[in-house]
């Protein structure tokens, strides 16, 4: 069974940086497809950034040009760095792994972004 747990979350002012891992517990990242979701108080879990096995990553239009995924297989982590944070970035963000049929998730993270 692969667990995964992230870390990195807190409390950063408007216009701060954080950077989120999500450390795996078997060396899934560079089979899977790999993403950051996050869910706000009241709202759907929605995703907000994707990286392929291949290396190809997108994004949720909100984070675009702001956010970053990426990985490093050797250690088993993959990253998302947020830069330019806003007030509605603020939620509980989690790194889900899919590995068809299997689906990963981790326990969260808060983020709040609060001046």
């Known amino acids: 069974q692969v667990q995964l747990v992230e870390s990195g979350g807190g409390l950063v002012q408007p216009g701060g940086s954080l950077r989120l891992s999500c450390a795996a517990s078997?060396?899934?990242?560079?089979?899977?497809?790999t993403a950051w979701y996050r869910q706000a108080p009241g709202k759907e879990r929605v995703l907000v950034a994707r990286?392929?096995?291949?290396?190809?990553?997108d994004y949720a239009d909100s984070v675009k040009g702001r956010f970053a995924i990426s990985r490093d297989s050797a250690k088993n982590t993959v990253f998302l760095q947020m830069n330019s944070l806003k007030a509605e970035d603020t939620a509980v963000y989690y790194c889900?792994?899919?590995?068809?049929?299997?689906?990963?998730w981790g326990q969260g993270t808060q983020v709040t972004v609060s001046s």
């Open positions: 078997g060396s899934i990242f560079a089979a899977s497809v």
């Open positions: 990286l392929t096995s291949g290396g190809s990553a």
């Open positions: 889900n792994a899919f590995i068809k049929p299997y689906d990963y």
